[in-house]
T-cell receptor
């Protein structure tokens, strides 16, 4: 069975500061990994995904994440936070075999202060 | 190109009533997924459907919940005899193919409140 752990239900940063949102996963087969963002009362939007190939993945809005197999991690980073980045962020994993079923972490709420 | 559409956006039901949630996938997508988000929690997979077929319903509660994706029309998630614990946001997603690496596009969700 797969699982995702997101450390820190809330992360607060100042505008312009580095954003680091942590995600660790567990999977018995090679995983596909995703980061989604959810703004209040909206659906989820894909930020980036790792399937195969380069382990450093760049996404929208200046976000990137690095797949580290040895650490079973897929942390999300952004060099400089913007006020508009304030939202809920979800890490998810799916199996590279069989049918797609996303398993989500519990989410991290990012707060950005001026 | 319209995205995934869900209606209604908000639904209020009294205990014991039926809730019917609709999802129209993106054009060209034949794979639909339903997820439930309880307050302060992540999304939990419920069911994966293709046209006229339920592929994986491992996340569906055994009773009162059912889903369909007919040949014509939207996918429907039906909850019979709702209880207060069913209050949640229900999200539908669709994809072009079902393999794991393909992006799922999410709708805006239906927020169900059971009084």
């Amino acid at each position: 069975a797969q699982s995702v752990t997101q450390l820190g239900s809330h992360v607060s940063v100042s505008e312009g500061a580095l954003v680091l949102l942590r995600c660790n996963y567990s999977s018995s087969v090679p995983p596909y990994l995703f980061w989604y963002v959810q703004y209040p009362n909206q659906g989820l939007q894909l930020l980036l995904k790792y399937t195969t190939g380069a382990t450093l993945v760049k996404g929208i809005n200046g976000f990137e994440a690095e797949f580290k197999k040895s650490e079973t991690s897929f942390h999300l980073t952004k060099p400089s936070a913007h006020m508009s980045d304030a939202a809920e962020y979800f890490c998810a994993v799916s199996e590279s075999t069989g049918f797609q079923k996303l398993v989500f972490g519990t989410g991290t709420r990012l707060l950005v202060s001026p | 190109n319209a995205g995934v559409m869900q209606n209604p956006r908000h639904l209020v039901r009294r205990r014991g009533q039926e809730a019917r949630l609709r999802c129209s996938p993106m054009k060209g997508h034949s794979h639909v997924y339903w997820y439930r988000q309880l307050p302060e929690e992540g999304l939990k997979f419920m069911v994966y459907l293709q046209k006229e077929n339920i592929i994986d319903e491992s996340g569906m509660p055994k009773e009162r919940f059912s889903a369909e994706f007919p040949k014509e029309g939207p996918s429907i998630l039906r909850i019979q005899q709702v209880v207060r614990g069913d209050s949640a946001a229900y999200f539908c997603a669709s994809s072009q193919v079902g393999q794991g690496k393909n992006e799922q596009f999410f709708g805006p969700g239906t927020r169900l409140t059971v009084l």
